[in-house]
């Protein structure tokens, strides 16, 4: 049985901030107000991430209960689409609560009537809203509350203490939207509570700078994109570049996929984590440290994974995503489909009861479909490319049913060999039989608004 306190389970070198708890007072240990709430919620998430699945889905549908009868009552386009649901009855079984209607991304965007609700609940405000300008150009408004806000930090600090990180050391970030600067702690979640170390931060600048900066920074903890770190990993080798101070990688943001893991691991033996997320509900799935499993974040989400016909998919299974927030009342999102695949994991082995996904997929747009009528995630096989070149970005766009178009970023043009080479092992990895075209250029591929990448694409 693990014990039940956050504070003394976490890592010896996390060391409490000396403001954390009020002073001079001998009868009872008091934080002090501003992180009080924070340190409580790490408590309960501690302890809750073991119960049996089965308790933590009664807690998911006492929860989903309040959500609903509030959206039901103050959101307008709720107060539409869960008009004649019985809640009770819809919270009560699985099948049941298949039964509420699926929240889109359009019916998100057109917010026609609005789903932003009219009143908060006591204790609740809204604190932020975000424009997700998402990868297919439709943008969405979330508004966020205080309490989700501090749902996110908690989930957040305990991905820390889970991955037991010494977050005494230096952190490195390369991102989009920010801007460069170094800072004297992490300032992030975990910031609000312990001393941190160190921390740099920069934009997506050209490769070069980047690993320049690095080589400078020296982190022990580097925190990206994986389009971005297949980059710095074609860059570093090239230059024999080592980061001697590397721990671990920190994948966000894109689909983190086995290959460029397993190339992060030989190259610079580090290991790498991915934490899954979105800008509309934050963190959904993180690595299970002990092997490696996505466990899906259920104290603050319900996410099922669906297949078409609306079914669950069983351990082993590929379906779509949809998730419910459980604690955002600002923007309540009810079954809303995310519009990713994963494939579903079986319980795992660590003693959580957090459910798992094995895999996340990425979205439906970045599925191959062939004229024979099979969909599937495809391999681009960019593994093999350094066999023949150095390919140091790539892009595969799907423009009709029997045609797959490369895009390769290489410092030279190809040779009509290297052509032909790069063609076999792509063809090979797609299992593709149809038209190719590759096609190379010396200029990088730009990246999305969010600054994220996608390596393949498909229009059909
Ligand atoms: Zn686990």
Redesign the pocket.
């Known amino acids: 049985m693990p014990a039940m306190s956050f504070l003394s389970d976490v890592p010896s070198t996390w060391e409490v901030l000396p403001d954390a708890f009020v002073r001079g007072i001998s009868l009872v240990t008091i934080p002090n107000s501003g992180i009080a709430p924070l340190l409580q919620l790490c408590e309960a998430l501690h302890s809750t991430q073991f119960e049996e699945p089965e308790v933590i889905r009664l807690r998911q549908m006492a929860q989903a209960r309040y959500m609903l009868q509030f959206a039901a009552s103050q959101s307008p386009h709720y107060r539409k689409t869960l008009a004649g649901l019985d809640i009770d009855t819809a919270c009560a079984s699985p099948e049941a609560w298949r039964t509420i209607p699926i929240l889109t991304r359009s019916d998100l965007q057109r917010a026609d009537p609005p789903i932003f609700p009219e009143y908060m609940p006591i204790g609740h405000q809204v604190a932020s809203e975000v424009q997700t300008s998402g990868s297919t150009g439709q943008p969405v408004r979330v508004r966020k509350s205080a309490f989700s806000r501090l749902f996110f930090r908690a989930l957040a600090i305990r991905e820390q203490a889970w991955h037991q990180r010494d977050i005494t050391k230096k952190l490195a970030s390369i991102r989009a939207n920010v801007k460069k600067e170094s800072r004297e702690n992490w300032s992030s979640a975990v910031s609000h509570i312990f001393r941190t170390g160190a921390y740099d931060c920069l934009p997506f600048v050209d490769i070069t700078e980047q690993l320049a900066w690095l080589a400078k920074v020296q982190p022990h903890y580097l925190l990206t994109y994986p389009s971005n770190l297949l980059a710095l990993l074609n860059a570093a080798a090239e230059k024999s570049l080592r980061l001697e101070n590397l721990i671990e990688v920190r994948s966000i943001g894109e689909t983190l996929s086995t290959d460029l893991r397993e190339r992060c691991e030989d190259q610079w033996s580090v290991k790498v984590s991915d934490l899954y997320s979105s800008e509309e509900v934050g963190n959904i799935a993180c690595q299970?440290?002990?092997?490696g499993?996505y466990?899906l974040m259920e104290e603050n989400l319900v996410v099922e994974v669906l297949r078409d016909d609306g079914t669950p998919c069983a351990p082993g299974e590929i379906g779509r995503i949809v998730v419910t927030d459980l604690h955002n009342f600002a923007t309540p999102l009810i079954r809303y489909d995310i519009r990713d695949y994963a494939e579903v994991g079986e319980p795992?082995?660590?003693?959580?009861g957090?459910a798992?996904l094995n895999r996340i997929l990425g979205r439906h747009r970045n599925m191959l479909r062939t004229p024979e009528g099979e969909v599937r995630w495809p391999l681009t096989g960019f593994h093999n490319f350094d066999e023949v070149t150095p390919v140091r970005q790539y892009q595969f766009v799907q423009s009709e049913r029997d045609l797959v178009e490369a895009t390769l970023i290489v410092d030279e043009p190809l040779t009509p060999d290297q052509r032909a080479a790069l063609e076999g092992i792509i063809r090979k990895a797609l299992q593709w039989d149809h038209r190719l075209t590759v096609s190379d250029q010396c200029t990088p591929l730009a990246v999305g608004v969010n600054g994220k990448f996608e390596d393949f694409v498909s229009h059909v």
């Open positions: 299970c440290p002990e092997n499993r466990h795992c082995t660590c003693g959580r957090l798992t």
